[in-house]
């Protein structure tokens, strides 16, 4: 949605790319737009189309649930808010008939055209649309058009496609209707979907008493397809969260699993929260047939549950297939056209993911999301904002500015001078509420000098009629009544801003979405519905203030704290974009973690660490970034846009900077002990492993070794500790092992879930247990025991899959140590910047998916494992994630702030600093106004404007602009104000 | 006490900018159907709902108050919903000074996509208050 009206970005929708040429920084892409028949810049949404179209077309959203029209809208929140024709559905194309059908049809128009020259062979068949619509948008003469662009980099983002359930027929999808796929199911639990969140049986459209979810079907070996797809775990176990809460008529939900691969922050405790709360059951297994049984229209499936080593026999109502994700099947002929390379698979390829998650082999070609494999919705949050970030080094250096010469301000002073526009939207209002009748309502209200009414006032001629009111009534206040503010506001106040009438004089009456929409069935309280809402904005348009939008001044350049791989890529994205850059670095040599010699191979690459880490540190210091080592930031103070930061170390200096990206990554747990660490001699952990292969190898006594095991999640999803999962120590573990196996060592891993997701792991992963690596799944609740009393000699425990209790020789242990938040950086920047830790310990993010490397305050953005544990792709990426998030501010020397936003009346306030406390955002804060003496503050740069703040003030010192409780309270009191004509 | 016939509620509507506001919005995209009886005031935040505008409402002629805001841990400000519930207690603490029933005062969560759910919201909250009668309260106001 913001995308579609940010004024930037040109959507081009029903478009396909056809051919590519130029290079990097001036490609020539030809794009071919196939006709929707809908005039994008005419229609105004209002669907008097749909309900006149007399035809049903299929609906590959809706699995057939639910009938479409021929022209619909693919969903409600779909941009460009438009209708779109479907030429296989609509009597108009013809398409439906068989060849012969339309042969047939068309020869004999062809006669009649011969016998009668006045006869036209271009007539409609149908129309309906056509006369219904009220503003022409319908237009049957729309040809595909191509268009060449000129761009200077480009962006894949194509996606997934659902891998098609019907190739492995013991499933039965397709076949049996009550097989469903996950897409179709997540269709379902849309509010706004087909059957509005409620689970149906598709066969008879009943709540199924009983659900079963299989896992990884075409993943993992399925197929054809070894990867994993990441996503499905949690998304079964948040649908059967949600199907259990809001339909109490399914009694049980049972998940079929391989792996429970929770590996995103957070996740292991929503699965927790789904096994306590008994939301679904835990079955690891998968099922052998599924088939329909007639008696009573139940699913039958057989399974083996490997954990109770028993086969089963489960009945259901509903089978949901949790389908992988394939690649797109134009990803092939895209990568083609732009001359990029796709994988094995038939994903987008990249060039080096440890260097950069989002470069494809072609400079200038980026790609981000699932086009690259299978990823969860945070990372590719992440990525496309990363790849924007690398993209910007390709566009022009001119960039935008805020806005152009602002019109004179009117005068709008004196007395309310309110004029009101009351729009028909066609029938959509119209149709149910007598439009003169509010008109009317409207004119009587004090304050109002006129009112009028308007077909469309949204429309061009709409937004004319509203600027001729101004003028000619002098107004000083507008109520428009017509449909939601949170869409059309902008709108509107756009076309008063462009009067010079300040748009916060604007005042939106919701009378389509909220009320002709809703209640066709009582007109006559409609009617009064409408009236009152009417009254109500009027009331409060009388007591609105003019607001002035603020500006900050920005320091355009970055402070990145933390030269590990993070840092270091966050620095470099932001130096190449040309912003004066400047990383601090509290030890004297960067890479961090990659550094030697702490990690030595990477996987799934088997690149040495070092030679990576070379090649990032050439790139920043060719970006021109400053680079201070042995640095430490001691203090920062000031907010988004212009902070000072206090460096001491080698240097000692007050620095200013409008930005700040914290990179200074995570600590490693300490085994305190765990598995005899510390006390048996040959117990390591694994970054200890890495520092050994640097050495040649690890040895016991001198001697090559013969045996190791690993044991997997140390300090990594403990109840008691940590609960989340360190998502590293998985394909690293297996790393090692393949490793040591290909020397000869027997390697064993014991491992809780096997949780290969990133790229290439699940190879590696089948590859080690080819390669002999014997894998023993831990009983959840038990670990596995270290025997030996000097040093480790076996390891013993039971395999849960086995059913048997395994016991190896190990001449190494080696634990695979979880990632700490790292303190007491943590708990000091939280401190000095005031920045939110979640409950694991890690700084939180915004928003998980929708803003997931900003924070609460704003200018101050997260890199890599500072926000949770991660491995160094996805550290790479959040990075250049952050990078762009902060570059976006960057890009201009001032921010615009909200003007509607808390302020303090310093007189009636008492310093009792409850506002400070409650406020997520750090706006306000106390000041000495004189000795002794504290008042309140708010920051407008800080202010959110949510107003929680004035309604929690004890002395009513604090108002909420925009928001006062004048404003609400003449809105109470116009709505029980009795109605005169 | 028992209503008049014919006798309809008068409800007034607290809601969030982003969750609740924005699915009685979804309502209307989807058309579904609901109860006309209620008035609906916008703030940015639940957290903005206090004491005064409920009791306000009630003390100008409301039959029902309902507030309404995003699912915990959704609020577009991270925590304005939780200030929200402390404000609700407060405000039904009075309500019960006040004598009135506290079916009359609800607090639902409604995200932005849950337009089913508003609409069932309003013709629950619409069909309980309506069994109630008129507000102590509001044949004072009348
Ligand atoms: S924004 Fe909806 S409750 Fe805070």
Redesign the interface.
Known sequence: MDAGRHPLIDVVTNAQVVACSGEPGAFRVRVRKRPRYVREDRCVACGLCVEACPQVGGNEFDMGIKARKAIYRPF?QSVPATYVVDPDACLNFLNFLTPKQRDRLERIRAIKARKDPAYRTDFLVCGHCVSACEVQAIDFDMQPEETDLEVGAILVATGFQEFDARSLRTYGYGRLPNVVTSLELERML???GVT??HVVRPSDLRTPRRILFVQCVGARGEGGRPYCSRFCCMNAVKDSLLIRQHDPAVEEVTILYTDMRAFGKGFDDFVERARSEESAIFLRGRPATIRHDPTDDTLEVFVEDTLAHEPRRIRVDLVVLSVAAAPNEGAVELARMLGIETDAYGFIARRDPAVSAVETCREGIFVAGSAVGPQVIPDSVAQASAAAARAARFLSAERVTLDPEPPPPLDLSGPPRIGVLVCHCGINIAGLLDVSNLVDHAAAQPGVVAAVDDAFACSSTGQETLARLVAEHRLNRVVVAAC???THEPIFRETLARLGFNPYLLEMV?I????S??????PT??Q??AR??LR?GIARAGHLEPLEEGRAPVTRSALVIGGGIAGIQAATDLAEQGFPVTLVERSSELGGRLAAPRLWHLYPTDRPAVEVLARKVERLRASGARILTDTEVTGIVGCVGSFQATLQGAVTEILPVGAIILAFGADLADPAGAYGHGRLSNVITSEDLERAFFEGGPRVEGKPLRSAAFVLCVGSRDPEGFSGCSRYCCPTAVKQALALARQGVDCTVFYRDMRTVSSGAEEMYREARGAGVLFVRVPSGSHAQVLGETRAERVRCRDELLDRVIEVPADLVVLSVGMRARQPETARFHDILKI?VGLDGFFLERHPELAPVET?VEGVFLAGTVQGPKDIVDSVAQASAAAAKASVLLAHDQVRLDP?VSVVDPDRCRGCGQCVE?C??HAPALKEIEPGTWVAEVNPSLC?????C???CPSGAIT?RH?T?RQ??A???A??AEASP | MSAPEGWNPRIVVFACNWCSYAGADTAGVSRIQHQPHFRMIRVMCSGRIQPGFVLRAFEKGADGVLVSGCHIGDCHYLFGNERAVEQFEKTRAVTRILGLEDERLRLEWISAAEGARFAQVIDQFTERVRALGPSPLAREAR
């Open positions: 409600p849309n509010a706004s509005q969140g939601t503010p949170r919701n389509r979405d909220q009320c929409w809703v209640h066709a069935h009582h309280e409609a009064e519905k009152a809402l109500m939110t609460a509607a409650i997520q955002f959110k404007g949510c107003g929680t004035a309604s929690w909420a928001f409780n609400v309270e809105m109470v009191d709505l029980f």
